[in-house]
């Protein structure tokens, strides 16, 4: 199956634009290609806006094919578990700020549950490293 991560995709889509009619073209046969050998339907593929309403006048909230953390298309594999020690680090320094948002809090504790699971792949410490980025760059900055 293609690497089909959110990022990437959109990417293609944005190529979608391009004054060359010719790389339009292939650019949309290349979408079409990843799409068909995920398995997945473009209504899988793509969610309907929370707006949308079910038979029963209740909100739809199945966003089977949507671009989530349970991706289909996040094919990475997982880590190997000895190379949690510096992730799990990076978890523990975050996790001792008391300012943190309670949301970043959760996600943390989730991926410590990815690990334990050993489903932490190697996009999630690319997030995590830029995370702590983020996070210390901001801290520094404040104190």
Not at 13 to 19: Q, S, V, W
Not at 56 to 78: K, M, N, V
Not at 131 to 136: C, N, S, V
């Amino acid at each position: 199956m293609p690497h089909l991560d959110r990022d990437s995709f959109i990417a293609l889509l944005d190529r979608l634009g391009d004054p060359d009619e010719a790389e339009v073209l292939a650019t949309a046969r290349e979408i079409d290609r990843r799409v068909r050998e995920s398995g997945m339907t473009w209504s899988e593929l793509l969610a309907p806006p929370p707006s949308a309403a079910r038979g029963s006048g209740e909100s739809y909230d199945d966003y089977r094919g949507a671009f989530t953390d349970d991706d289909l298309f996040d094919i990475d594999q997982p880590r190997p578990r000895e190379g949690y020690a510096g992730d799990t680090a990076l978890i523990d320094e975050l996790l001792a700020n008391q300012d943190l948002a309670p949301e970043t809090r959760q996600e943390l504790l989730d991926f410590k549950s990815d690990m334990a699971e050993g489903e932490f792949t190697d996009m999630d410490a690319k997030y995590l490293r830029g995370l702590h980025a983020r996070l210390t760059r901001q801290t520094h900055s404040t104190a």
